[in-house]
């Protein structure tokens, strides 16, 4: 059992676990010349370690949060880092409308929270 609440041991191994998953599945868009079986190699290299990851935030996450509420979690970790990833590291534009999905997104985060 880890040293630190459950529940903020999960959310820390989910983020690590997204933040190398999306390295493996965006990362390389920003070198565009490197040869694409040299490419999927890294990729396969960056997401072993998002399962290393992955795999004990869901193991120790079970029974405190629902499969179902993990799985809630993992996306909304997914889109922070991503919105992240994407701004910083590709100098992507997020705009109004990628908010507004976003939002909505995490607004489905409350409805499978709340206890009806």
Same mark, same amino acid.
């Given at each position: 059992?880890?040293?630190? /609440?459950? /529940?903020?041991?999960?959310?820390?191994?989910?983020?690590?676990?997204?933040?190398?998953?999306?390295?493996?599945?965006?990362?390389?868009?920003?070198?565009?010349? @490197?040869?694409? /079986?040299?490419?999927?190699?890294?990729?396969?290299?960056?997401?072993?370690?998002?399962?290393?990851?992955?795999?004990?935030?869901?193991?120790?996450?079970?029974?405190?949060?629902?499969?179902?509420?993990?799985?809630?979690?993992?996306?909304?970790?997914?889109?922070? @880092?991503? @919105?992240?990833?994407?701004?910083?590291?590709?100098?992507?534009?997020?705009?109004?409308?990628?908010?507004?999905?976003?939002?909505?997104?995490?607004?489905?985060?409350?409805?499978?929270?709340?206890?009806?």
């Amino acid at each position: 059992m880890p040293a630190i /609440p459950i /529940p903020l041991f999960t959310i820390g191994l989910l983020m690590l676990s997204n933040i190398f998953m999306t390295f493996a599945w965006y990362g390389h868009l920003k070198y565009r010349g @490197v040869a694409l /079986p040299l490419v999927i190699l890294i990729s396969w290299g960056l997401a072993f370690f998002e399962y290393c990851f992955q795999v004990p935030a869901n193991r120790y996450g079970y029974g405190y949060f629902s499969v179902v509420q993990l799985k809630v979690i993992q996306e909304v970790i997914t889109l922070l @880092v991503f @919105v992240a990833f994407s701004t910083l590291y590709l100098g992507a534009q997020i705009k109004w409308n990628h908010i507004l999905g976003f939002a909505l997104i995490v607004a489905a985060v409350f409805v499978i929270f709340k206890e009806w």
